[in-house]
């Protein structure tokens, strides 16, 4: 029963440094690659990230002065570039959604061969919020969307969704 007292809280503790489920949130989107499929349950939702390059957007580096940078790992910074970006002409079922959750920059020190170059590299990343309702029909769905940057272009998406039945409990 001692032991017990002391194993408890280190199993609290474990549990909480858990780490989250990839496209449980903007945070820790799942990278979707161009015509990637993407599989879901019904009833849940995804946040799902494409990357592309400033110039995908028609945009060039003087396009991001007076976005303020934060540190986002060892050789990278962010900036979130949120009120830049839209999304529009959704095309997704009934009771479907999906939206723009998010839009990072993300500047990165280039290395080769262990050694800084003195490169920039630049990405922007949209992050998309999916939601499937509980009652959606199983099987392949497609859902698109447009991805547009103010005084930009815009990038068009197109997600190909499997969806299952949700597991039992």
Do not use: K
């Not at 349950?41 to 400033?54: A, M, P, Q």
């Not at 103010?150 to 409990?169: L, M, Q, T």
């Amino acid at each position: 029963m001692m032991m017990l007292r002391f194993i408890a809280p280190l199993i609290l503790l474990l549990g909480a440094c858990a780490p989250s489920v990839r496209g449980s949130s903007a945070r820790d989107a799942l990278v979707v690659e161009p015509s990637q499929q993407i599989e879901m349950e019904r009833g849940n939702e995804l946040y799902l990230r494409r990357d592309f390059s400033l110039s995908d957007f028609g945009l060039e580096r003087p396009d991001l002065a007076g976005s303020f940078w934060i540190p986002a790992g060892v050789d990278q910074e962010s900036s979130n570039l949120a009120t830049r970006f839209s999304f529009r002409n959704a095309r997704v079922p009934i009771r479907w959604s999906l939206e723009l959750a998010e839009v990072r920059a993300h500047r990165t020190t280039v290395t080769r061969y262990g050694r800084e170059t003195g490169e920039i590299e630049y990405r922007i990343s949209p992050v998309l919020r999916l939601r499937v309702p509980a009652d959606a029909e199983l099987g392949v769905t497609t859902v698109t969307g447009e991805i547009v940057a103010r005084g930009g272009d815009s990038r068009r998406v197109e997600i190909p969704v499997r969806v299952r039945a949700a597991a039992s409990r």
